[in-house]
């Protein structure tokens, strides 16, 4: 059982940056991978970024590679997503996942737990 929360969220100009980052409970934390998700109005959600337990494998979707790196910190509980040269199309609720898992997926459907989303948004 983890529960997750999420903040960092907010207005933001175009090639303007933000960091997000998501608080994880639970002793177990440091065996789950985790991943980030964002759903636009309308629209499904989509995977974002995911790590691997000891954040030495990471993995991004084509459309945020070179402008969002994410990262853990697994003595803190915490996980990270740096987002720079953002693009109003990176406007979303953003989503923190977890699963215990070895391996990484890139699937909102495979992941167990979920936090309540934080709102980006980008003008241009």
């Known amino acids: 059982q983890v529960q997750l929360v999420e903040s960092g969220g907010g207005l933001v100009q175009a090639g303007g940056s933000l960091r997000l980052s998501c608080a994880a409970s639970g002793r177990t934390f440091s065996s789950y991978i985790m991943g980030w998700f964002r759903q636009a109005p309308g629209k499904e959600r989509e995977f974002v970024a995911a790590?691997?337990?000891?954040?030495?494998?990471?993995y991004y979707t084509d459309s945020v590679k070179g402008r969002f790196t994410i990262s853990r910190d697994n003595a803190k509980n915490m996980v990270y997503l740096q987002m720079n040269s953002l693009k109003p199309e990176d406007t979303a609720v953003y989503y923190c996942a977890a699963r215990p898992s070895i391996v990484v997926f890139r699937t909102a459907s495979e992941y167990h737990y979920w936090g309540q989303g934080t709102q980006v948004t980008v003008s241009s």
């Open positions: 790590i691997s337990w000891s954040g030495g494998s990471t």
